[in-house]
């Protein structure tokens, strides 16, 4: 199966990517930043693993996925702030939202 998970540089769905790859599907894994694919790629490789890495910032990218075949997109993407609302600046809300 060929599946496309984003936001899967850490936690939960880099975990099951792992799993996922051990049962030998098709995987392509998405980062924000390019800095964020290298260290994915070297995590992989770390651990004896293969997926296909790409850049992918879904307000400017998402021409990069138009052309993979995939069965099964998990969309894990996620941006946020820290600390109280009270003090978030409007702009950063803005960003999130």
Same mark, same amino acid.
């Given at each position: 199966m060929k599946i496309l998970i984003t936001g899967a $540089?850490?936690?939960?769905?880099? %975990?099951?990517?792992k799993e996922l790859i =051990? =049962?030998? /599907? =098709? &995987?392509?894994? +998405? !980062? /924000?930043t390019i800095k964020e694919v290298v260290n994915l790629r070297k995590k992989l490789k770390q651990e004896? &693993? @293969? !997926? +296909?890495?790409?850049k992918l910032d879904i307000l400017t990218d998402?021409?990069?996925? @138009?052309?993979? @075949?995939?069965?099964? &997109?998990?969309n /894990?993407?996620?941006i946020g702030t820290s600390g109280? &609302?009270?003090y $978030? =600046? %409007?702009d950063a809300i803005r960003d999130i939202y």
């Open positions: $540089t850490s936690g939960i769905a880099y %975990e099951v990517a =051990k =049962k030998n /599907h =098709k &995987l392509y894994l +998405t !980062a /924000h004896n &693993l @293969e !997926a +296909t890495c790409l998402i021409n990069i996925i @138009e052309n993979l @075949e995939i069965d099964v &997109l998990w /894990h993407i996620g109280s &609302l009270l $978030t =600046k %409007e």
